[in-house]
């Protein structure tokens, strides 16, 4: 179970940690991921498609993301809003390289893109 403090859930960090990635890879991954968990939820309330969602829609969310409030100010929330707009581009390409939706992409299949892009980048 996740705690609202937690942005990966315990399996899915286990998914990052075993991948064959750099730390920073690592990291852009785990961004994906929560980025993933988080326009799924913004898409479903909204009624939208992910590829339909705009930029201010994700902010508003953020901003109102229970997992976000207390001690973390608005302009770590600006930050992260940039974060997670920005992980839409490599979500976006591991979907098109699966061929399916962003909304059906798995855990397994976001970690498997990114280990596939940092291959292509070394060879």
């Known amino acids: 179970m996740q705690s609202p403090t937690e942005f990966l859930t315990p399996e899915e960090s286990a998914e990052v940690d075993k ?9 852009a991954t785990r961004v994906a991921l929560y980025s993933l968990r988080s326009l799924k939820k913004i898409s479903s309330e909204s009624g939208q498609a992910i590829a339909n969602l705009n930029p201010n829609q994700i902010e508003d969310w953020i901003y109102q993301d229970e997992s976000l409030q207390g001690a973390i100010d608005n302009e770590f ?5 940039q974060l997670v707009i920005s992980a839409n581009k490599p979500l976006t390409l591991a979907a098109q390289d699966s061929g399916i939706a962003i909304e059906n992409l798995t855990v397994p299949q976001v970690v498997a893109w990114f280990e596939k892009e940092a291959k292509s980048r070394l060879g």
């Open 19 to 27: 991948a064959l990635l750099t730390s920073k890879d690592k990291f």
């Open 77 to 81: 929330k600006r930050f992260f809003t």
